[in-house]
């Protein structure tokens, strides 16, 4: 099973109509019989948005509360992806870090990516479906959310291929795509 990883970034789910983009070239690798597992970012500004809320309600708010709120624009984000894949026609569920699970380590607003439990994923795979998977988030041992910091869409895209040996990994940022070969996810810490 050739699996692909996509990533989009906040600015390339920044509208409704940017997000309609997304899904078509998403449809694209799914029509080259590739299985696709997607990361994405929350809309542009979203994240920004919820930090700026979080300081009007406390100069002091709390990590793990922080972490909760601000890795909720990803999840708007996944649900609109994959809504408009369902519409399409392919079937498609968004996925939050803690459902997964992806499980992390380390401070909130700050840990790392331990591993990823691939079995609800590949069973879905397995199925025809294209998961959505928010990136930047993960769950500790005391099964609460956690964020992986700023970048964190990127890293967590990078782990999940990694944990699938994904033939490749692609960072769908406007103006320029980037990629990441296999070489570059294997040599991931």
Same mark, same amino acid.
């Given at each position: ?21 997304? $899904?078509?070239?998403?449809? *694209? ?74 499980? $992390? ?37 005391? *099964? ?41 996810? *294997?040599?991931? *810490?």
């Amino acid at each position: 099973m050739k699996i692909v990883v996509l990533k989009f970034g906040g600015t390339s789910v920044g509208t409704i109509e940017k997000i309609k983009k997304v $899904t078509d070239i998403i449809i *694209e690798h799914k029509k080259k019989k590739n299985k696709v597992i997607v990361v994405s970012s929350a809309m542009s500004g979203v994240t920004n948005d919820l930090i700026k809320k979080s300081k009007q309600i406390s100069n002091n708010f709390i990590d793990s509360e922080y972490d909760v709120l601000v890795s909720s624009g990803e999840q708007v984000a996944c649900s609109l992806i994959a809504g408009r894949l369902n519409h399409k026609g392919f079937k498609s569920r968004s996925w939050l870090g803690w459902q997964i699970p992806i499980f $992390t380590n380390g401070p909130y607003t700050n840990s790392r990516i331990q591993q990823v439990n691939k079995n609800k994923l590949l069973r879905f795979l397995k199925e025809g479906g294209t998961p959505i998977i928010t990136g930047f988030q993960g769950v500790n041992m005391n *099964e609460r959310v956690t964020t992986i910091g700023r970048g964190g869409s990127d890293a967590s895209a990078i782990m999940i291929a990694k944990s699938f040996k994904a033939q490749g990994a692609c960072s769908l940022e406007e103006p320029q795509p980037k990629l990441a070969p296999p070489t570059i996810i *294997e040599a991931f *810490e």
